[in-house]
């Protein structure tokens, strides 16, 4: 009898430690595939996290880089102490730009920037035809010539020829448009000329669009 139950209590210590091993190796399974689908959970937050602020960067880069120059209230202005020195500026700032974009005509200038010289004279031959009728009712003759700074730079910039003559023009209209954006802008707070004021306002948006012209064709020419 006791060789009997010696063989049966051995068989039933081997049955229990198989069993203890297998509930283990479950356990191990189970431990790695929470740690495995923890581990995909973090990966997939960090790159939906990525993902979402990226956006975000792409539209503040775009936002820094591109869209139209604007005025700038507080850099350079003309003289402008009151509404008829401000539009004796106006006007001496239309025939600046309609002057020297008609020098551009005579010279051997891109395509572009006769294009540019041709939308100047147009868009300042108007401005001034605009300002007129307010500068009348404020007993103000408009000026029909450049200012002094610009009769001074008119022969520098008639010796000159081509590329050289197209690279200074472009410049010229980049300082020049950013001073009479500045200074419309700064006028418009202090007059109190009702129209003087509606004829600002109609032209800024027109000077800031020259302005970002004349910016992107002197890049193309650098």
């Known amino acids: 009898m006791k060789r009997l139950i010696l063989p049966l209590l051995g068989a039933g210590l081997l049955a229990l430690n198989a069993c203890s091993s297998t509930d283990s190796s479950t356990s191990d399974t189970a431990t790695t595939g929470t740690?495995?689908?923890?581990?995909?959970?973090?990966?997939t937050d960090t790159t939906g996290a990525a993902a979402t602020s990226a956006p975000g960067d792409s539209s503040s880069a775009m936002q820094g880089g591109g869209g139209m120059a604007k005025a700038d209230p507080s850099g350079p202005t003309a003289p402008h102490a009151d509404d008829k020195e401000f539009m004796m500026s106006a006007a001496h700032s239309d025939q600046n730009e309609i002057q020297l974009s008609k020098m551009a005509l005579t010279k051997d200038v891109s395509a572009d920037a006769k294009a540019l010289a041709n939308k100047m004279i147009a868009?300042?031959?108007?401005?001034?035809?605009?300002?007129?009728?307010i500068a009348a009712k404020a007993g103000v003759t408009l000026p029909a010539d450049m200012d002094a700074e610009h009769k001074a730079?008119?022969?520098?910039?008639?010796?000159?020829?081509?590329?050289?003559?197209?690279?200074?023009?472009?410049?010229?209209?980049?300082?020049?448009?950013?001073?009479?954006?500045?200074?419309?802008?700064?006028h418009k707070t202090m007059?109190?000329?009702?129209?003087?004021?509606?004829?600002?306002?109609?032209?800024?948006?027109?000077?800031?669009?020259?302005?970002?012209?004349?910016?992107?064709?002197?890049?193309?020419?650098?």
């Open 153 to 186: 730079l008119a022969p520098t910039m008639a010796k000159l020829t081509g590329k050289e003559f197209e690279t200074k023009y472009l410049a010229q209209m980049v300082t020049d448009h950013q001073k009479t954006a500045n200074t419309l802008a700064a």
């Open 123 to 133: 868009d300042h031959t108007k401005s001034t035809a605009n300002l007129k009728p």
């Open 191 to 222: 007059t109190k000329n009702t129209a003087l004021s509606g004829w600002i306002t109609t032209t800024l948006p027109v000077v800031e669009e020259h302005l970002s012209m004349s910016h992107k064709d002197s890049d193309m020419k650098m």
């Open 35 to 43: 740690s495995t689908e923890a581990n995909a959970s973090a990966t």
